[in-house]
C-alpha cells in the first residue's frame, strides 16, 4: 500500500495507495472537523486548492449529526460530495481535550457532551464502529492522549492501555470489514504512539504497536505543552522504530517550519487547524512569511497576498480589498484567506516532495526557515 520513493536525508517521498486513491507524500490534510473546513470552503474549492486529504473527527460527527445518520445517506464521501481519501480521528483526543468532561476506564470513555451534557461513552470498539459508519479511508486508533508534562507511572499505564486497545480496535474494525452491509470494507486502521516525553516509554510503545502490522503509524501526544525541541527529539527517539514502509503520520503539527523540521526527520503525513485558524483572523502565509492583513498599511495595498501564489485568492483580489473584507466582518474575507492558506500548505508539501526527489531538500529546508521566520 506504501511505495517508499526516493529518501534524501531522513526525509521521505512516497505514495500511499488507497481505495479513494493515491496520497503523494508528504502530504499535508486539511482539516474538516465535522464534514467541513472552517470558513465556508466547499469540496470543490478543495480541489482547486490542491487537498489530497480531508480530516474529520469521529467524536464530532458522532454527536451532530450522527454517524448513523452519515451511513443511512451513503457514508461521510457521499454526504459530504468528496470522492479523494478521508482520514477520521479517532475521538481519542476528546480523551484529552475534554478533561473535565470524562472519566477514563479500561472499557472505554465516559464523557459528558460538550454540547448538550448528555452522557455519552466510547472506547476502541465504539470508535471503530463510528469511523466503519462513517466510512472513512484511514481510521485512527483510539488512544489516550496524555498531557505534558505527565508523572511517568500515569504515562506507563497509559501507554499499556493504550496497547490494549490498538488491539481491540484492530479486531472490532477486521470483523466491521467483514460485514456485508460495510461502507468501506476496505476501511484502513492506523495505530497511534504515545508515552508522553519519556524516550523509553515512546520506544517499547513503538516496538508493540509495531507488531500488529498495520497500515500506517502515528505519533500523537505532541503539541500538547511540550516545546518543539521535546518534540523534535521525541521524533528522533521513536523513528528508527517506526516500520520503513509504512506511512507515518505526526498528529496536530504544525506550523511551516513544523513541517520541514518533522519532514527531515521522517515524518510523512501532518494535519493541524492553524492553516484555516489562522487565516480567519487574518493572519496569512506566504513564501516570504507570514502577514497580518488588519495592518494599516495595507489599506491602499492593491498588490495580491503574494505576487507569487497562483491560489484563486491571489488571482483576482488585492490585499486591500480583502483587508476590508476582515475590518467589515464579511464572511467573504475569511473565505479568501482560508483558500490562500490551505493553497500555501499544499504547495509547500509539492515543492517538498520535488526537492526531496531533486536531492535538495536539507537546502529548502535551511532557506525556507528563513524565509517563514519573517513577518512581512
Not at 210 to 228: N, Q, R, T
Not at 253 to 259: A, F, L
Not at 260 to 276: K, P, Q, T, Y
Request: glycine content about 8%.
Amino acid at each position: 500500500m506504501f511505495k517508499l520513493i526516493k529518501t534524501n536525508g531522513k526525509a521521505r517521498r512516497g505514495e500511499f495507495h488507497t481505495p479513494h486513491g493515491i496520497i503523494q507524500t508528504p502530504v499535508f490534510m486539511n482539516v474538516g472537523t465535522l464534514a467541513a473546513i472552517k470558513g465556508a470552503v466547499s469540496t470543490v474549492d478543495l480541489k482547486e486548492v490542491g487537498c489530497q486529504v480531508e480530516l474529520s473527527n469521529t467524536y464530532h460527527l458522532h454527536l451532530r449529526p450522527g454517524d448513523k445518520i452519515i451511513k443511512k445517506l451513503g457514508g461521510l464521501h457521499k454526504f459530504m460530495n468528496w470522492d479523494r481519501p478521508i482520514l477520521t480521528d479517532s475521538g481519542g483526543f476528546q480523551v484529552f481535550s475534554l478533561a473535565a468532561l470524562r472519566k477514563i476506564k479500561e472499557e472505554g470513555v465516559y464523557f459528558n457532551s460538550h454540547i448538550d451534557g448528555r452522557k455519552i461513552f466510547m472506547g476502541p470498539e465504539e470508535s471503530m464502529q463510528i469511523q466503519s459508519n462513517l466510512g472513512s479511508t484511514i481510521a485512527m486508533a483510539f488512544d489516550e492522549c496524555i498531557e505534558n508534562p505527565s508523572t511517568y507511572e500515569y504515562a506507563k499505564a497509559s501507554c499499556e492501555r493504550t496497547v490494549r486497545w490498538l488491539v481491540r480496535c484492530k479486531n472490532e474494525l477486521d470483523r466491521l470489514n467483514s460485514l456485508p452491509d460495510t461502507i468501506n470494507k476496505k476501511q484502513m486502521l492506523f495505530g497511534i504512539n504515545q508515552g508522553g516525553i519519556y524516550d523509553d516509554l515512546r520506544v517499547k510503545n513503538m516496538q508493540e504497536i509495531s507488531k500488529l502490522d498495520l497500515p500506517g503509524y502515528a505519533i500523537g501526544g505532541l503539541a500538547v505543552g511540550e516545546s518543539h525541541d521535546e518534540m523534535y527529539r521525541i521524533i528522533e527517539v521513536v523513528e528508527p522504530h517506526m516500520p520503513v514502509h509504512k506511512p507515518r503520520y505526526l498528529m496536530g503539527v504544525g506550523t511551516p517550519s513544523n513541517i520541514l523540521e518533522a519532514v527531515s526527520r521522517g515524518i510523512d503525513f501532518f494535519d493541524c487547524v492553524i492553516a484555516s485558524r489562522n487565516a480567519r483572523h487574518a493572519n496569512l502565509f506566504t513564501e516570504h512569511g507570514t502577514m497580518n492583513l488588519l495592518n494599516a498599511k495595507y489599506e491602499l495595498d492593491d498588490k495580491p497576498i503574494d505576487p507569487d501564489c497562483q491560489c484563486p485568492t491571489c488571482r483576482h483580489y488585492s490585499r486591500a480589498y480583502i483587508r476590508h473584507l476582515f475590518k467589515a466582518k464579511e464572511m467573504l474575507g475569511m473565505r479568501l484567506g482560508v483558500l490562500h492558506n490551505l493553497y500555501f500548505y499544499n504547495k509547500l508539501m509539492e515543492n517538498i516532495r520535488n526537492a526531496i526527489e531533486n536531492d535538495q531538500f536539507e537546502a529548502y529546508k535551511e532557506k525556507k526557515l528563513k524565509d517563514f521566520s519573517s513577518r512581512l
